[in-house]
């Protein structure tokens, strides 16, 4: 009795000692953004997504996806920005090219030319717009370059996911060095 208990005891202190002691009780991933949790919810670390999945597809696979994933949402986000910003500055142009601009006006029968009233206005204006048009160029090759990249990203992540969730998950004992000492990891 006292060697079984000193035995249970052991395999305690191993399981606390392993890296992912808790790696054990995943059963399955979901995607969360460019991140991962397990069947709870909770976030799935990375030294835990690498036992589950294996160093292999995490290096070939989830880094450069996350990377797919984070650079695309960035440039989505800037593009939107910067056309956003770019039709606000082209529209401000026209308003200040509209205001500065050679007008007629008629009056009783005949046409009275009126100069405008601030000859910069109009360099201005056409600066305003020429920038505008700068920016929703710059804009648009950035949703053009953000989009694929974020999708590929997305289905790459998915995949993974997918991969791991749809494998036959047999029971595995592994036991080596951890980085507080010596672990015993279990996998069902």
Not at 23 to 44: C, K, M, N
Not at 102 to 110: A, L
Request: hydrophobic share 45%; glycine share 14%.
């Amino acid at each position: 009795m006292k060697k079984f208990a000193i035995l249970c005891g052991l395999v305690a202190a191993f399981l606390c000692l392993a890296q992912n002691a808790n790696a054990q009780y995943i059963t399955e991933i979901h995607r969360d953004r460019a991140g991962f949790t397990d069947q709870v919810g909770l976030p799935i670390s990375d030294a835990e997504l690498i036992n589950l999945i294996g160093p292999e597809i995490y290096r070939e696979t989830v880094v450069g996806a996350r990377k797919q994933y984070q650079v695309g949402r960035k440039l989505i986000i800037g593009g939107a920005i910067g056309m956003g910003a770019g039709l606000v500055s082209v529209l401000g142009g026209l308003g200040v090219l509209a205001a500065s601009s050679e007008d007629y006006t008629y009056y009783d029968g005949q046409y009275e030319y009126r100069h405008p009233e601030s000859p910069a206005g109009e360099a201005f204006g056409i600066m305003l717009m020429a920038t505008g048009y700068v920016a929703v160029i710059a804009g648009g090759v950035a949703l053009d370059a953000g989009i694929p990249l974020h999708i590929i990203g997305k289905s790459r992540l998915n995949w993974v996911e997918n991969d791991f969730n749809g494998r036959n998950h047999a029971v595995t004992a592994r036991f080596g060095a951890a980085p507080h000492g010596v672990g015993l990891t279990m996998n069902f």
